[in-house]
């Protein structure tokens, strides 16, 4: 940041809930151009939120209306990640708080992100649609490592949700627990988790128990973020989607809906939608400004 240029407002937005005390609260600058990677870095530390998001021009090209259209960058505390689903959203409803609602689209790191942003009895919601999917195996040390760190054992897995590195904008490693107990029992070694997320180029590991055919509540540790959970995570519940849609455990055309945040006292709410004849995955939630 050049010595004269004023430092940009920081906003302080929550998303995945229309409550300032639920879902996960993000920084969002609204104007970074001022600003390089160090003085981004230095203001996500200074915020301590799991990310903040910090726009620019859009490139050329972009595509939808010039104003908007955006550059979209996001940092952890630690460092900068690929896509952030929580922080796109809250920045959604901040500028649509700004210049209503309707479409927006993001340039990001791992693509392009078209959001849209609706308002219904005072409640903005915000639906984001990810790139392109993917999901890959696991090897079994990584597995086994996984888990250690994670002090679970392989019996508390449920043997219906076969573990998987799953993408869809972020890498992360779904983990599904066989009770609600074994989720809502999350003391895990941070160093270790952390030291094999950074080999294997994850951003969450992604812990799910399926509540319904439709309904999961999911939590997120984040160490390579450095913050122990995430409390709503939108790139991982976009990652989780297309997992559950290419192993057939959902239907093609499917609505779930992800609790997360409820064992840290911070709940949210996360609207999978997935359709049939396309690959991309549609997540959606309520955002609100915290005071």
Same mark, same amino acid.
């Given at each position: 940041?050049?010595?004269?240029?004023?430092?940009?407002?920081?906003?302080?937005?929550?998303?995945?809930?229309?409550?300032?005390?639920?879902?996960?609260?993000?920084?969002?600058?609204?104007?970074?151009?001022?600003?390089?990677?160090?003085?981004?870095?230095?203001?996500?530390a200074d915020l301590g939120y799991s990310e903040t998001a910090f726009l620019t021009a859009?490139?050329?090209?972009?595509?939808?209306?010039?104003?908007?259209?955006?550059?979209?960058?996001?940092?952890?505390?630690?460092?900068?990640?690929?896509?952030?689903? %929580?922080?796109?959203?809250?920045?959604?409803?901040?500028?649509?708080?700004?210049?209503?609602?309707?479409?927006?689209?993001?340039?990001?790191?791992?693509?392009?992100?078209?959001?849209?942003?609706?308002?219904?009895?005072?409640?903005?919601?915000?639906?984001?649609?990810?790139?392109?999917?993917?999901?890959?195996?696991?090897?079994?040390?990584?597995?086994?490592?996984?888990?250690?760190?994670?002090?679970?054992?392989?019996?508390?897995?449920?043997?219906?949700?076969?573990?998987?590195?799953?993408?869809?904008?972020?890498? %992360?490693?779904?983990?599904?627990?066989?009770?609600?107990?074994?989720?809502?029992?999350?003391?895990?070694? *941070?160093?270790?988790?952390?030291?094999?997320? %950074?080999?294997?180029?994850?951003?969450?590991?992604?812990?799910?128990?399926?509540?319904?055919?439709?309904?999961?509540?999911?939590?997120?540790?984040?160490?390579?973020?450095?913050?122990?959970?995430?409390?709503?995570?939108?790139?991982?519940?976009?990652? *989780?989607?297309?997992?559950?849609?290419?192993?057939?455990?959902?239907?093609?055309?499917?609505?779930?809906?992800? %609790?997360?945040?409820?064992?840290?006292?911070?709940?949210?709410?996360?609207?999978?939608?997935?359709?049939?004849?396309?690959?991309?995955?549609?997540?959606?939630?309520?955002?609100?400004?915290?005071?």
């Amino acid at each position: 940041m050049t010595t004269n240029a004023p430092r940009p407002e920081v906003l302080r937005y929550t998303a995945f809930s229309d409550a300032p005390d639920g879902g996960n609260p993000a920084g969002v600058v609204l104007d970074a151009t001022v600003l390089d990677d160090s003085d981004m870095l230095a203001i996500a530390a200074d915020l301590g939120y799991s990310e903040t998001a910090f726009l620019t021009a859009a490139p050329e090209g972009l595509g939808g209306k010039e104003e908007r259209a955006y550059s979209i960058r996001y940092f952890s505390p630690k460092a900068e990640v690929p896509f952030c689903g %929580h922080a796109t959203v809250a920045t959604a409803v901040a500028l649509a708080e700004r210049t209503g609602p309707g479409k927006l689209v993001f340039a990001t790191r791992v693509g392009t992100v078209p959001v849209e942003v609706t308002e219904e009895g005072g409640t903005v919601r915000a639906t984001l649609t990810s790139v392109e999917p993917h999901i890959a195996k696991i090897a079994d040390a990584d597995l086994a490592e996984a888990l250690a760190a994670l002090g679970w054992p392989a019996g508390d897995l449920d043997p219906d949700f076969p573990p998987r590195i799953a993408f869809a904008g972020a890498r %992360h490693l779904v983990l599904a627990a066989a009770t609600r107990a074994r989720l809502a029992d999350l003391a895990y070694d *941070f160093p270790r988790l952390e030291a094999l997320m %950074h080999r294997l180029e994850l951003t969450t590991v992604q812990l799910v128990w399926r509540a319904s055919d439709t309904v999961f509540h999911v939590r997120n540790p984040f160490p390579v973020g450095g913050v122990v959970e995430d409390p709503a995570t939108g790139a991982a519940a976009a990652a *989780f989607g297309a997992y559950a849609r290419e192993l057939g455990l959902v239907p093609e055309d499917a609505v779930l809906t992800l %609790h997360q945040g409820e064992d840290m006292g911070r709940p949210g709410e996360l609207t999978v939608t997935l359709r049939a004849g396309d690959s991309r995955v549609r997540v959606s939630g309520a955002g609100a400004p915290i005071e």
